[in-house]
């Protein structure tokens, strides 16, 4: 009995160990999660600008044949990038990503991935990697794109791709995050566009103007990838820490109320055997 109630302080102050980490590592998710969404919330309206004045120049009629064609989908590889966390304990996100992944990536595709995680998954699977990044565990600086889309553009311009797409986990709230599949390019005139009664003077004209901003569209499109992204592994990361942090919590008292009660029959038991001797005396 002795030797199960050691055995049982062992596992108390194992489980009490664990939920003061997990408590810690909450804490941190949650300072970094409040930084991201704030900054995810800026980059929204200037993002949203962009793909309006995008989607109102495909509402004109008078693009050339060189536009039209650099807009239109071809029957070429595609480059998909995955970005992924560098690191586990968040909950489903990684296991949510691979499933994407899966529906999604063809063996011919081209793949850039971004974050440890996904490197290892495509790695394992055999996909045709050109080049990986790390997630890291800050948050995402805007410098960081130019290097990642880089590849994207030569390839692009060179007609050795026909499409871009990003395969990220988009950040709803801190209790929801999706799995999603943006294609970038080709830019498709959208069925949701609306447009407002103001009459629009393109100067000088509608293809200088989106040859402008395509560069600006694709850095936007994956800034907000990149911060959706981090958002979304701190905000998987404080539920599954929180729920670690409880069931510790949980296993701990359970733990406890074994140990009283078997300290408890320990020393009734003492009692006994005294009382037993002295009858025989």
């Given amino acids: 009995m002795v030797q199960n109630l050691q055995q049982l302080k062992k596992r108390i102050k194992t489980s009490s160990n664990i939920a003061q980490i997990a408590k810690v590592m909450e804490m941190i998710a ?10 995810v919330e800026k980059h929204n309206p200037y993002a949203k600008k962009i793909k309006y004045m995008i989607q109102k120049i495909l509402t004109e009629k008078n693009f050339n044949e060189r536009i039209e064609n650099f807009l239109k989908e071809k029957d070429c590889k595609r480059l998909v990038y995955i970005i992924s966390p560098d690191k586990g304990l968040c909950g489903s996100l990684i296991v949510n990503i691979f499933k ?7 063996p011919k595709d081209y793949v850039i991935t971004i974050g440890k995680k996904a490197t290892n998954n495509a790695v394992r699977h055999n996909y045709n990697i050109l080049a990986s990044f790390d997630m890291g565990t800050s948050f995402p600086k805007y410098d960081n794109v130019y290097s990642i889309i880089d590849i994207a ?23 929801l995050q999706n799995p999603t599949v943006d294609e970038i390019f080709p830019i498709k005139s959208s069925k949701d566009f609306k447009e407002n009664k103001i009459n629009y003077v393109f100067e000088p004209d509608c293809e200088h103007i989106l040859r402008g901003l395509l560069p600006f569209y694709l850095e936007t499109e994956f800034f907000s990838a990149l911060m959706n992204a981090y958002a979304s592994e701190q905000a998987a990361r404080v539920t599954a820490m929180k729920n670690a942090k409880d069931n510790a919590n949980e296993i701990s008292i359970y733990l406890a109320n074994i140990y009283n009660k078997s300290r408890q029959e320990k020393i009734t038991n003492e009692i006994l055997d005294l009382a037993n001797g002295q009858q025989e005396i």
């Fill in 100 to 106: 994407k992944m899966g529906f999604y990536v063809e």
């Fill in 30 to 39: 949650v300072s970094k999660i409040r930084k991201a969404q704030a900054s």
């Fill in 153 to 175: 553009k030569k390839l692009y311009l060179s007609g050795k791709i026909a499409k871009i797409s990003v395969i990220y986990t988009k950040f709803k709230n801190v209790l």
